[in-house]
């Protein structure tokens, strides 16, 4: 069964770090680009980062030089370190593969997410 | 960055009806749209992708369809568990961005 398994959410203060990680299984990982999404309570889907299979990565500009998104395919697990939060990133954070191999594919398994709520 | 623009932002329809949900990009995208059903304290569910491709275990009331810059996802008979919320994606460019999402609700 092709699984992705969010963890590493929780309560973090304003200013600091949290690490997000997913775990994935039943499919070749390591070919496979991967993102997260992410969803503050209420509101719509807000794409964050995506990491090719050879490591590539790409950023939604409210994260970048905030957050960096890493794998490690010989645990078929893909990070997401996240850094100086601020409530607005307080939020369900979803994994996500992507659907093919091509650049342009859209997100076809997701993970159950994980919330992070950034609060003093 | 891609606007994606989704309308209308909410809708009241009965069992059986036929739905249609539009989402229009600020730029062209090609048909690089997907559509994702997100229900209540769930994850997103890929419906449909490259505009008009049926996922894979999706029923298929479900189509995709582009005229020109509109792209509209059709269900032919709603059923009760298609009560949700709808989202359009663009993977043209980067960064990716979504619609605001449509509400589905039971009239």
């Known amino acids: 069964e092709v699984q992705l398994v969010e963890s590493g959410g929780g309560l973090v203060q304003p200013g600091g770090s949290q690490r997000l990680s997913c775990a994935a299984s039943g499919f070749t990982f390591s070919i496979y680009a991967m993102g997260w999404v992410r969803q503050a309570p209420g509101k719509g889907l807000d794409y964050v980062a995506a990491?090719?299979?050879?490591?590539?990565?790409k950023y939604a500009d409210s994260v970048k030089g905030r957050f960096t998104i890493f794998r490690d395919n010989s645990k078929n697990t893909v990070y997401l370190q996240m850094n100086s939060l601020t409530a607005e990133d307080t939020a369900v954070y979803y994994c996500?593969?992507?659907?093919?191999?091509?650049?342009?594919?859209?997100?076809?398994?997701w993970g159950q997410g994980t919330m992070v709520t950034v609060s003093s | 960055d891609i606007q994606m623009t989704q309308s209308p932002s909410s809708l009241s329809a009965s069992v059986g009806d036929r739905v249609t949900i539009t989402c229009r990009a600020s730029q062209s995208i090609s048909t690089y749209l997907n559509w994702y059903q997100q229900k209540p304290g769930k994850a997103p569910n890929l419906l449909i992708y490259t505009a008009s491709s049926l996922q894979s275990g999706v029923p298929s009331r479900f189509s995709g369809s582009v005229s020109g810059a509109d792209f509209t996802l059709t269900i032919s008979s709603l059923q009760p568990e298609d009560f949700a919320t709808y989202y359009c994606q663009q993977t043209y460019s980067s960064p990716i961005t979504f619609g605001q999402g449509t509400r589905l609700e039971i009239k």
């Open positions: 990491i090719s299979g050879a490591g590539g990565t």
């Open positions: 996500a593969k992507v659907r093919g191999r091509g650049g342009h594919d859209a997100f076809d398994i």
